[in-house]
C-alpha cells in the first residue's frame, strides 16, 4: 500500500527537516510513501486532497492557519490522519472538531515523530480500504466501510455511500475494488452484506431501508454469504 503524505509548513527549514524525518521513518519501517511538501494553506488546499491520507500540518502559519487549512480538509476529505505541529499547547483544543489524531509540539522529535506515523497508519488500516475514483479529473477516496451498494447502468458504475458517485468504469474493475463483503444479487447490482438486514426470494433490504433487487436463484447463495461474512 502506498501512503500519500502531506506537510504543509512555511518555514522552509522546518519544511526540510521533517521531510528528512519522514523519509527516514519510511524507509526504516519499510512502507511505501510518497510526499508532498507545502509553504502554506492557500497552496495545499489548491490541490486534490483527496489523494493524501496522513496530513502534517503547522498551525501557525500567516494568511491561513493550520486549524483554517483543516476545515478546509475536512469537506473533502473526511479520512485523512491529521496530525497538527505547534509551538503552542493551547492551540490543542481547538483540533477537536477536525478530529486530529495527535499534536507534535516544536521542536519535533525524531522518535515523537516516528511514533505518531506509525499510529496513523495503523490507524488507516483499521478504517479500511479507500477506494480511488475518479471524478472529473479529481480523485476522491470513498472508504469501502462506507459503501453500501453499486449499481451498474451500462458503461457507468455508480458508488453508493455517503453520497453516490457516477464513474464510468467496466464492471470487472469495479469488482476488482471490492472484497469478500460485497455479494452480487444480479446482473447490475452487488451489496455490502454488513448492510443487510432482510433477504426476501425477491429484494434485499439494507439497514438504509434501500431495497435492492434480488435475481431468481440466488436466495440461497446470499444467505450462505450472511452467514459466512459474520
Known sequence: MTYHIAL??????????????????????????????????EAFLARDLGQFSILLLDIE????????????????????????????AEYIAE??????????????????LFSVLEKAVKTLDKNGKLLPLELGGELVMLPLRDL???????????FHGKQAYK????????????DERFFR?????????????????????LATGEQIPLSRGLYESINRALIHST
Open 8 to 41: 504543509c509548513d512555511d518555514d522552509a527549514v522546518q519544511r526540510e527537516y521533517l521531510a528528512d524525518l519522514v523519509s527516514a521513518w519510511a524507509a526504516e519501517a519499510g512502507l511505501d510513501v510518497r510526499l508532498a511538501l507545502f509553504p502554506s494553506g
Open 61 to 88: 502559519m500567516p494568511g491561513m492557519d493550520g486549524i483554517t487549512l483543516a476545515r478546509g480538509v475536512r469537506e473533502r476529505n473526511e479520512t485523512a490522519v491529521i496530525v497538527f505541529i505547534t509551538g503552542y
Open 95 to 112: 483540533g477537536y472538531d477536525v478530529s486530529a489524531l495527535h499534536y507534535l509540539m516544536k521542536p519535533v522529535d525524531k522518535s515523537k
Open 148 to 158: 453500501r451498494y453499486i449499481e451498474v447502468q451500462g458503461n457507468y458504475v455508480t
Open 167 to 178: 464513474v464510468k468504469m467496466p464492471l470487472v474493475e469495479a469488482r476488482a475494488l471490492l
Open 185 to 205: 444479487t444480479g446482473r447490475s447490482f452487488l451489496v455490502n452484506l454488513h448492510y443487510v438486514r432482510k433477504v426476501t426470494k425477491t429484494d434485499v433490504y
